[in-house]
């Protein structure tokens, strides 16, 4: 898989400032969001599978899936770009979320003047076990590029 070479202090979020970030998402703390690993250009997050983010079937909602993916891309693009917001994504459902928790592992695949352009791909672990439970691909607009 390509990933773009990033050099840290190049315009990006730094954790700190990323996790500072998602205290303030709502969402993100509803859902019980977190930082499980950072670099620049590559993020992953996870989420514990409670009763609170499954679906009729017992597995973790798509919307939460969708979270995820949308929140890899977004984060990763952040640790290069700083500010930025989604313009789109699209998510392929690929298994039922299952387990303990959900890992989405985001990616920067391309970092240009206005947009960075994203993927991430989505597991549930399992006694430890991760299943590919999803992947996307997204265009995260930055902020700055539109705003003035």
Known sequence: MAVIEVKP????????????????????????????HYEPGRVELTVPIS?????????????????????????????????????????????????????????VVKDSPRQVVCRADVFAIKRGTERLVGTALATIAKVKAWSG
């Not at 990006?12 to 930082?35: D, H, M, S, Y």
């Open 9 to 36: 202090g190049e315009g990006g979020f730094a954790r700190e400032v990323l996790e500072t970030v998602i205290r303030k998402t709502p969402f993100a703390l509803l859902v019980g969001a977190k930082v499980a």
């Open 51 to 107: 009763d609170s983010v499954k679906q009729h079937h017992g597995f973790a909602h798509g919307a939460v899936i969708g979270f995820v993916a949308d929140s890899a891309c977004a984060w990763a693009a952040a640790s290069v770009a700083g500010d930025v917001v989604t313009s789109e994504y699209k998510l392929n459902l690929l298994a039922p979320a299952v387990g303990e928790m959900i890992l989405g592992r985001g990616y």
